[in-house]
């Protein structure tokens, strides 16, 4: 099949759980014999690759505002897949989609993706949310077929629109667990020595929740805390003044390469306190490295951890200052958790079956 996908910032890259699913599908169903071509945002001071693991790269025209690049790069994305000779086209994400019309008018068969509901992030206004909720009733008038990636969502598309979406979940490959050297280099960290978020840096994220929580429990293990913003500097920048007095709180901006691999291989506990997800990559990342994890109760978490990692209530500081002084209190039943989590976590998704499963759905099956 010819396949074209759009929605994502760019390829290769770790900016978000979006990028991540796209690299893996695209590049596995190129090792399959399609032809995928990837239309990537033309980025400021980017390395611009034409290919990548046999899939194509297309950079498109994009307005770098806030706000403004996911609506202007998708619309020019969606126009050149409707010229184009292709048999699928597959958006990814709910504010892309309200272009899904455009390759449709052209007889194109369009997926659509929704990673999750992006209209409720915090971070978004009133004119971004509208566009974001115009981008999932588009979805649901002129996508041919619907993926979701958790029942919560096949149940609130169902609910709300009565439209019928199929479930397939992101997935996870199992990793090489290495040892701390960088992180020990950069930052003075080592092995279950800190506890872990590594995420955006959103409001969504309840990363304020962990930081107060952090705060409620006495620990010699460091908070450590991974990632750059997305749209939120002004939040990001909120977080640190609030952490400045701190010396055990460590942020570490945007990481990837060896320093992530440490970061998750090294860590004592992995914590999500998120208030609203679509389906956590990052959850599923600290649980391949046989983390023991700390996740809010949100069915996005809990579904995909099962009972394989201990969850708080949401927004519940306390809830979670709790868990968290237990498990520093009791370190067996931490490497419990450790040593169930991978084997568990790889086993239940697999980025070759959601490729297949993803396949089937583009051949109408």
């Known amino acids: 099949m010819k396949i074209a996908m759009l929605g994502h910032k760019t390829i290769p890259?770790?900016?978000?759980?979006?990028e991540i699913v796209v690299g893996e599908i695209a590049s596995r169903m190129a090792e399959k014999g399609h032809s995928v071509v990837c239309y990537n945002r033309n980025e400021k001071d980017e390395v611009k690759l034409k290919e990548y693991k046999g899939a194509k790269l297309k950079y498109v025209f994009t307005v770098h505002m806030r706000g403004a690049a996911a609506m202007s790069s998708s619309f020019f994305a969606a126009l050149r897949a409707a010229f184009?000779?292709?048999?699928?086209v597959h958006f990814h994400a709910e504010g892309p989609s309200a272009m899904c019309f455009l390759p449709k008018l052209f007889g194109k068969r369009i997926i659509v993706t929704v990673h999750g509901l992006d209209w409720q992030r915090d971070k978004w206004g009133g004119?971004?949310?509208k566009y974001l909720l115009l981008g999932e009733k588009m979805a649901v008038r002129f996508a041919d077929e619907i993926i979701v990636l958790s029942e919560n969502l096949k149940k609130y598309f169902k609910d709300t629109y009565n439209r019928k979406t199929v479930l397939i979940p992101n997935g996870i490959e199992k990793p090489e667990i290495i040892p701390?050297?960088?992180i020990t280099e950069k930052w003075g960290?080592?092995?279950?020595?800190?506890?872990?978020f590594l995420g955006r840096i959103v409001p969504e994220k309840g990363i304020g929740y962990l930081v107060d929580a952090y705060e409620e429990i006495s620990t010699d293990k460091k908070l450590v805390i991974a990632g750059g913003s997305s749209d939120t500097d002004s939040f990001r920048k909120e977080l640190m003044d609030r952490c400045k007095d701190n010396k055990n709180i460590i942020f570490t901006d945007f990481v990837q390469g060896r320093e992530l691999e440490?970061?998750?291989?090294?860590?004592?506990?992995?914590v999500l306190p998120s208030d609203l997800e679509g389906m956590p990559i990052s959850l599923l990342e600290a649980m391949s490295y046989s983390n023991c994890c700390v996740t809010s109760d949100i069915p996005e978490c809990t579904e995909a951890v099962g009972d394989m990692a201990i969850s708080f209530r949401k927004s519940d500081i306390r809830d979670?200052?709790?868990?968290?002084?237990?498990?520093c209190q009791n370190e067996n039943i931490v490497f419990k958790y450790k040593n169930s989590a991978?084997?568990?976590i790889c086993g239940k998704y697999n980025w070759d079956n959601i490729v297949d499963e993803t396949l089937k759905i583009y051949g109408g099956n």
Do not use: H, P
Not at 84 to 88: C, L, N, S, V
Not at 320 to 327: S, V
């Open 320 to 327: 979670l200052a709790e868990k968290l002084q237990m498990l």
């Open 342 to 344: 991978s084997e568990y």
């Open 13 to 18: 890259s770790r900016k978000g759980g979006v």
């Open 84 to 88: 184009g000779r292709y048999d699928i």
């Open 189 to 196: 960290l080592k092995k279950d020595g800190y506890i872990l």
């Open 262 to 270: 440490e970061l998750f291989s090294n860590a004592y506990i992995y």
């Open 127 to 129: 004119f971004a949310t």
């Open 180 to 182: 701390a050297d960088l």
